[in-house]
């Protein structure tokens, strides 16, 4: 079973400045077969970025996803105000799982 | 436009079994490019597989969980639905339903979700 683990655990930055997420898996995976979630206090996960860097619709250039093997980043280029959300990875595994990361909270400093 | 809207009861009793429907609407169940799964998410906690259902019937479960899920889909409803039994306090969450993509060679995400709905487990 792969295990992703998101980092940091909590990232506290200003309005405008950048954001890096980490998401790491426990194993080598196809970049096809990893997603980016937001999601607020109070709502169901909103889906960003699929396939390691495809924008899902809607979602502003500001968000970007990347990566490969075992190491995926999610950059916020510049924080809005409506940024500040938890994010968390996903991956579609072997035997038809789907495995969530722990989550990074983005909080305003 | 696909949504999809969880039902159930709210409070379900230690040991007894929690049973939730979820039901599409603006689109069918018989896609072949979706499976049917449901989500949850304890309070204060991040989120948890529990399990798919394909329309043909076909169930994938999380192996944590396995020993007690049931899933099940009604194509004629356009519903699919979620039996977990032996159920503790552990098993209070919000609970959503999705539809879970999956159509080569990107696409494997959850591209849907239920607005969720909340179980707590006590007597």
């Known amino acids: 079973e792969i295990v992703l683990t998101q980092s940091p655990g909590t990232l506290s930055l200003s309005p405008g400045e950048r954001a890096t997420l980490s998401c790491r898996a426990s194993q080598r995976i196809g970049s096809d077969y990893l997603a980016w979630y937001q999601q607020k206090a109070g709502q169901a996960p909103r889906l960003l970025i699929y396939s390691t860097s495809r924008r899902a619709t809607g979602v502003p250039e500001r968000f970007s996803g990347s990566g490969s093997g075992t190491g995926f980043t999610l950059t916020v280029s510049r924080l809005e105000p409506e940024d500040f959300a938890v994010y968390y990875c996903?991956?579609?595994?072997?035997?038809?799982?789907?495995?969530f990361g722990q989550g990074t909270r983005v909080e305003i400093k | 436009q696909l949504q999809l809207q969880e039902s159930g009861p709210g409070l379900v009793k230690p040991s007894e079994t929690l049973s939730l429907t979820c039901t599409v609407s603006?689109?069918?169940?018989?896609?072949?490019?979706?499976?049917w799964g449901w989500i949850r998410q304890p309070p204060e906690k991040g989120l948890e597989w529990i399990g798919s259902?394909?329309?043909?019937?076909?169930?994938y479960y999380n192996p944590s969980l396995k020993s007690r899920i049931t899933m099940s889909v009604d194509t004629s409803k356009n519903q699919f639905s979620l039996k977990l039994n032996s159920v503790t306090a552990a098993d209070t969450a919000v609970y959503y339903c999705?539809?879970?993509?999956?159509?080569?060679?990107?696409?494997?995400?959850?591209?849907?979700w239920g607005k969720g709905t909340a179980v707590t487990v006590s007597s």
């Open positions: 259902v394909y329309y043909s019937g076909s169930t």
């Open positions: 999705a539809s879970l993509k999956v159509e080569p060679p990107y696409y494997y995400h959850v591209d849907v």
């Open positions: 996903q991956l579609y595994g072997a035997s038809l799982t789907w495995t």
């Open positions: 603006g689109g069918s169940i018989s896609s072949n490019s979706h499976y």
